[in-house]
Every structure is written in C-alpha cells, then in structure tokens.
C-alpha cells in the first residue's frame, strides 16, 4: 500500500487528485492532504441549502462539489483529510467498515476514547470529530475521511449555516452534529503538521504502506479536472438536481424553477402570476452573470451576495 501525501493546499488539486486515483491509478493506497478554506459538498447536493453563500463569499471560502455523495464538509488547514482507494473486494465489501479501523486505531493509540456515531463519522463525547463518504467507478473504490484536528469552528458553523426556506428541492440534505477539535482530547497536544506526520506514520507502520511521491503522471490529468470541472459553475452549482429558489422583492418574491442548472419557469409568489422574466431567462443558467443582465439587478440590492 502506497501512501501519498499532497503538499498542495488547493480544494480543487486535491479533489483532481482523488479522482485520478480512483479511475487511472491500479494500485490500493490513499492520499493524505490538507485544504485552505472551503466548503466541499456532495454530488447530490444543493449549495443553496448547504452554505451561506453570503458568509462564504465575503471570506473568501469556496464552494466546490466533490464526485461522491454525502453532506457538506468544511475544510481549513485544520482538518486532515484521508482518501483510501483501491480496487473492491466484492460487492459486500464494508467500506465504512473497513476505513473507520485504521483512524479508530491511531486515535486510541493516542489516548483519545473514540467510537462511531451510526452515521459514518467518528465522536467523542457525543462530538463529531470524523465524517466520512464514498465512490466507485467500476471495481474500483474511492473511501475518504475528515480528522477535525484544529479547525477554525466558528467559520465551520457560520459558512454551513444556509437559509434553506429559499430553496426547495429533493437534493441530499446534510446532517448538522456538534463538532470538537480532537486536539482538544489529545496529550501533549502539538501542531496539525505534528499531528499529520503522526497520522502518515501510524499508516505506514499499520497498513504495510510505503510513502511515496504523487505520480508525475497525474500532474496533466489534475490540470485537466481543476479547469474543466471543479473550477466550473456547471459542475459546482449547475449540476444540483432541480429546485424552486424565493428571491425576495421588495413584499414578494420571484419564485425560479430551475431544472438541470437552466431556468425553467419564474413567477411571483404572492400571485402565482408568470415573470415577465421568463421569456427572458428561460434555458438560461440561473446564476449572477445572467441575473445581472435583468431587471432583477437593480431591484434586489444583495443579489450580489446571495447568487453564485
């Protein structure tokens, strides 16, 4: 098993990382790396209903979806991210299972009384301190998992603090737990870069793993996915399954139903009445760059704030 340690720091990277090691790398190992500020949500997910989008946008916090399901997570250099990957052993194959044990294992190890919560994370004290989500693509697997070490939590609170009377939709809606920081439980407690050696050492001394350097190969296939999929408003916000978004206007709202990203329909609320707006915005991308040739600009002051 080959362990894999990201010097990067960019949501983006990372995430391009973890989908080359699911669909062009053969062997079973994982990648261990760290994210600047930013909310990851999953593939079935809304971002509407899952962020602040004011507060993200204000302090500089991205919003990107990754490739497999789940909830929104936030990431900062205080939070230790792992992605197992490899080829299944079957389809009864237990993945949360099977890669709950090893941060199980580390975080005993260290003294910290740590179970599962019954929702594929890790508590202490009733306190979520790991989360975890998967993907396949074929017979391979993609596993990845949170250690909350050293996380900022007052903008993890505030950037996953959505107003979800805006939107309606059937997309995956998180699950909101209490959360700690495990340096808060651990001896001795040092430096997240102190606490990530740890991790990467007890992988490789636990797991038979060997740590190695990311494959220069994945260096053009990375490049790729960060410009033409995570960087993209398509993917990140257009993709989220079909909704109705309340846009309040002065006593009313324009009510826009947007299917596959596109506007499909708007009317006010109060009334029912169509927009003049539909004729205008249909098949468009419901999103700033096209409200912002509307009317709807000047009469709603924040809609800078509130539309990616």
Partial sequence: MEVF?????????????????????????????????SVVIGKNQNPYKEVDVTYCKSNGIDVIRRESGGGAVY????????????????????????????????????????????????EVDGRKVSGSA????RDRFLHHATLLCASDLVKLE???????????????????????????????????????????????AHLDGVRSSIPSQSGPVVQTLVEEQFSQWEWNVGRSPKYQFRLPIEDDCLVFSVIKGNVDAVHWEESGEDSALSKTLSGKPFSLESLRLTSVNTVCPKLEEIIF
């Avoid at 990277?13 to 989908?19: I, R």
């Avoid at 009384?113 to 929702?119: H, M, Q, S």
């Avoid at 998967?134 to 693509?137: A, E, N, R, V, Y």
């Fill in 5 to 37: 340690v990201s010097p990067i720091t960019d949501s983006r990277v990372n995430l391009g990382l973890e989908s080359f090691f699911l669909n062009q790398f053969e062997g079973e190992g994982c990648l261990v790396y760290r994210n600047a500020p």
């Fill in 75 to 122: 990431h900062d250099l205080g939070n230790i991210n792992t992605a197992f990957f490899g080829k299944r052993r079957g389809v009864a194959d237990d993945l949360y299972c099977r890669w709950t044990k090893p941060p199980i294992s580390f975080l005993e190890s260290l003294g910290v009384d740590v179970e599962r919560d019954g929702r594929n994370g890790l």
């Fill in 134 to 137: 998967q993907t396949f693509k």
């Fill in 158 to 204: 505030e950037s996953l603090s959505s107003e979800r009377i805006r939107v309606r939709g059937q997309s995956v809606e998180s699950y909101r737990s209490p959360v700690e920081n495990l340096m808060e439980y651990v001896d001795e407690a040092g430096q997240v870069e102190g606490f990530l050696e740890q991790w990467v050492e007890f992988l490789c």
